[in-house]
């Protein structure tokens, strides 16, 4: 198992993201868990690297790990845990 120690930032930016633009990071909200599988990874990668710079931090960089890790592996998830 695999995880990050940085947390998402939350800020007022992330409601206000587009979901047509960034489906994959608009489904993340502070209270909820949001979980994304295999074939999505390329899709949040994507996303991770058009995301404004005020809502980046080094949450962004431990994603894309995450991402590579999910995507070398089968029957791999990566979760955001809300609180």
Known sequence: MASAEAGVEWTAGFAYLNP???????????YG??????????LLLAELDRLPT???GDWVEQARELCQ????GL?????????
């Open 69 to 72: 890790v999910v995507e070398r």
């Open 54 to 56: 005020d809502l980046g």
């Open 20 to 30: 047509t633009e960034f489906p994959m990071l608009w489904a993340l909200t502070p």
């Open 75 to 83: 029957h791999l998830y990566l979760w955001f845990i809300g609180d």
């Open 33 to 42: 868990d949001a979980v994304f599988n295999q074939r999505q990874m390329p």
